[in-house]
């Protein structure tokens, strides 16, 4: 983080407001590393507030869904929810379709912890159709395993194995060590189904 600051201090010097906001971004997702999302979410929303004042659309859709994602780190779904379907609607407009797929995903992830199923349901699956059309198959593994996830929590666990081995196959021709947390989860629920009497 200290190069990005760094960077914003010579963006602000230089009065580049893109740069500025750029930069902001950048380090609301470092902060998200760090789990530190109420940073991460004022970086964010730094971030937003300089798109939208230099006209930067495709920023400032990126930058509202970024909010959105803070808001559902932080427990508050209902804002995700708000703030993303801006950033849809925008990201429809100027047709920025992998931006759309992972604004999909956060809406999706909010609906579910809204316990809104088959909400969460349709945006996993559109997000996971666009990374897929745009071969982007680590997403698209990542979509199954949220989508296992939605569905495990309804309690249909035939699906939930369906997602998360779809999941599995994708991480595997990628050759991606993701592939064993899934195996991980899979063997879990088989062994929690075998105690069922």
């Known amino acids: ?80 929810l708000s703030l993303c379907q801006r950033a849809l609607e925008l990201q429809r407009e100027i047709g920025a379709r992998y931006d759309q797929a992972d604004t999909m995903d956060s809406l999706g992830r909010a609906h579910h912890q809204l316990g809104h199923e088959e909400q969460a349901i349709c945006c996993l699956q559109d997000a996971m159709q666009l990374y897929k059309e745009l071969g982007h198959r680590y997403q698209e593994a990542d979509e199954y395993i949220m989508l296992g996830e939605v569905h495990l929590a309804a309690g249909r666990i035939e699906l939930t194995r369906v997602a998360w ?30 105690m069922v009497p």
């Open 1 to 80: 983080t200290v190069h990005l600051v760094r960077a914003l201090q010579l963006y602000e010097k230089l009065g580049d407001v893109t740069g500025m906001a750029h930069a902001h971004r950048r380090l609301a997702l470092a902060f998200e590393h760090q789990g530190d999302y109420e940073r991460g979410l004022r970086h964010a929303e730094e971030a937003l507030q300089l798109f939208a004042q230099d006209g930067h659309r495709s920023g400032e859709a990126r930058a509202l869904n970024a909010v959105g994602w803070f808001h559902y780190r932080l427990g508050e779904p209902d804002v995700t």
């Open 165 to 194: 081995q779809h999941a599995i196959s994708i991480l595997d021709e990628l050759g991606h060590p993701d592939a064993d947390r899934v195996r991980t989860k899979l063997a879990a629920l088989a062994k929690d189904e075998s």
